[in-house]
């Protein structure tokens, strides 16, 4: 009943949020009427932008809850594990030093999310090459920070090379944006979603099973390593895209599953998965809203931290006093 109930407030808040940022903008548009400029707007800008939002927080979501699982850590999603950094340093490799040297003409939306996913996958296999030696969640906290960090600082050595075009473009995109994508990015986006997705359902009942840790999951007779690596790949394949494609996007991995939680009353993977993906579309939907009611448009990135910086805090505490 609360699974129930906690959808469709969720479609209720994504429908009414969806509804504001499709109005948001310096040009009035009719909705329901909406002359030639208003359809180009509508169907060229502002509906890319929303498709985009929603699509990126309820992957990123999802990203988040498998990562959270599979590390047994409340704050683990791909951003603070360091894969959102390794995608960063994918995308910055192909956008800013493969077009300055000449090698290779790289700079598709199927090309740059390529790269991300390949980053990503890089920062996924040197964590789980540190949790085969480190089972202690704060450990690996600490060592996913401290990877994130390494893959930023190379991301910064690679721009200080480049152009003074490629930089702007460069630190435009770093600043996270759902604005600047077309329909051919959002059919990359939704593809990578509908792979995460696939991945992540196929080892639903894994996922419940490493909660408890890797030798209660042995003794019930899972493949822990291929479970761990399904999931690992769901992660990159997504968060590869969505970083490549909107920049990086911190704290809607680590807040959507414990509001899950919270407003389902339930850890079950099969009971939250759904419920997990929408609360993580309507925090970007909402970011996006909060970043455009200024004059100037603020970065969602930041947007995106002052929502979820509390909410970390939060869990934090809760933690810490339980």
């Known amino acids: 009943m609360r699974k129930t109930l906690t959808i469709i407030i969720c479609l209720a808040c994504l429908a009414a949020i969806a509804l504001a940022d499709l109005l948001m903008g310096d040009v009035r548009v009719n909705l ?43 704050l683990a999603d791909p951003h603070i594990m360091g894969v959102s950094a390794g995608a960063g340093f994918g995308a910055a490799l192909v956008s800013m030093a493969i077009p300055a040297t000449g090698v290779m003409a790289f700079s598709s939306h199927v090309g740059t999310a390529f790269a991300a996913m390949l980053g990503a996958a890089l ?13 202690d969640s704060s450990t690996m906290l600490v060592f996913g920070v401290l990877l994130g960090y390494i893959f930023s600082a190379a991301s910064s050595v690679i721009s200080y090379f480049a152009s003074a075009r490629d930089l702007k473009v460069f630190y435009s995109w770093s600043a996270g944006s ?11 986006l ?3 979603l509908l792979v995460a997705m696939a991945l992540a359902f196929t080892n639903i009942h894994a996922l419940d099973a490493l909660l408890f840790g890797d030798d209660y999951a042995r003794l019930g007779g899972l493949n822990v390593r291929r479970s761990r690596m399904i999931s690992i790949i769901s992660c990159c394949v997504f968060t590869g895209a969505a970083t490549a494609l909107c920049g990086p996007l911190g704290f809607v991995g680590i807040i959507s599953p414990h509001i899950a939680r919270v407003l389902t009353g339930s850890s079950v993977h099969r009971n939250i998965v759904l419920p997990v993906m929408l609360v993580g579309a309507v ?15 603020l970065p969602v990135g930041s947007t995106m931290s002052l929502i979820g910086i509390p909410v970390v805090i939060y869990i934090l505490m809760k933690n810490r006093n339980a």
């Open 178 to 188: 759902f604005s600047a994508n077309s329909w051919v990015a959002v059919s990359v």
């Open 190 to 192: 939704a593809a990578a």
């Open 32 to 74: 329901f009427h909406p002359d030639a400029l208003g359809r180009t707007l509508l169907l060229d800008f502002r509906l890319p932008r929303v498709v985009t939002a929603i699509l990126a927080g309820a992957g990123l979501a999802l990203s988040g809850l498998q990562m959270q699982s599979i590390f047994r850590n409340p």
């Open 283 to 297: 925090i970007c939907l909402a970011a996006d809203v909060i970043s455009l009611l200024w004059s100037i448009p």
């Open 123 to 135: 920062s996924s296999l040197v964590i789980i090459l540190i949790s085969r030696r480190f089972s």
